[in-house]
């Protein structure tokens, strides 16, 4: 199934650890390795998941044209988040040049259970990334794409074609597509306590008792 513009619109509003309360409470979902996080401060990224599966090996275990980077993002679009999935492996499948044409193409951002390099031209362009590396290591004949648009496993997580990614400061969350509009619903009413706790926190309320208020600030 699709996620709606809808849905989607909805998830923008909201940050990842409310997310994660509703995925909890779903059982649906999760929550990716800690140690993928945002190249730079104040990153963040909402949409559907384009899959890829990379293997790695050597430099000089395989072709150029194994590299495919292009293939992948000329399939991803407005509204799409590519998920790449490379065993954590500290080789870079990403860089300055191919954020750049993705903030042409309008695509919302890049997961990578894996490496990416050059940082600053990343920052500079605004591309929302995630890896679990930042290194110099270039990926051409040393990573192979072996699966474009298929279930994958990133950062311990499931993820298939079509279900949400959503990353900032504190991870990246991933909703499949058929729970999402649920996690959303959910999350969004956890977000009004947080609004509602803080009122009344301003108003004398002691936080022990805003805990037990609202379980789930």
């Not at 600053?120 to 930042?134: D, T």
Request: hydrophobic share 45%.
């Amino acid at each position: 199934m699709s996620v709606s513009d809808e849905v989607l619109a909805a998830l923008r509003e909201l940050a990842t650890p409310t997310l994660a309360n509703a995925i909890d409470v779903v059982g649906a979902g999760g929550v990716m390795a800690p140690e993928i996080q945002g190249v730079g401060p104040g990153l963040r990224c909402v949409g559907r998941a384009i899959t890829v599966r990379e293997t790695t090996g050597p430099f000089g275990s395989f072709p150029v044209s194994d590299f495919r980077v292009g293939d992948f993002l000329d399939i991803a679009g407005p509204g799409d988040v590519i998920v790449v999935a490379n065993g954590g492996a500290p080789v870079s499948t990403w860089g300055g040049m191919a954020s750049y044409a993705a903030t042409v193409r309008g695509i919302e951002g890049l997961i990578v259970d894996g490496g990416v390099r050059d940082r600053e031209e990343i920052l500079e362009f605004g591309f929302p990334v995630f890896s679990r590396h930042v290194v110099p290591t270039p990926g051409k004949t040393r990573l192979k794409v072996e699966a474009i648009g298929e279930p994958v496993v990133a950062g311990g997580v499931h993820v298939a074609p079509g279900d949400v990614i959503v990353a900032d400061g504190s991870g990246v969350v991933v909703l499949p597509a058929a729970e999402a509009a649920e996690i959303a619903r959910l999350a969004t009413g956890y977000a009004a306590d947080d609004a509602r706790a803080m009122m009344e926190l301003k108003a004398g309320l002691s936080f022990r008792d805003a805990l037990k208020k609202f379980a789930k600030i």
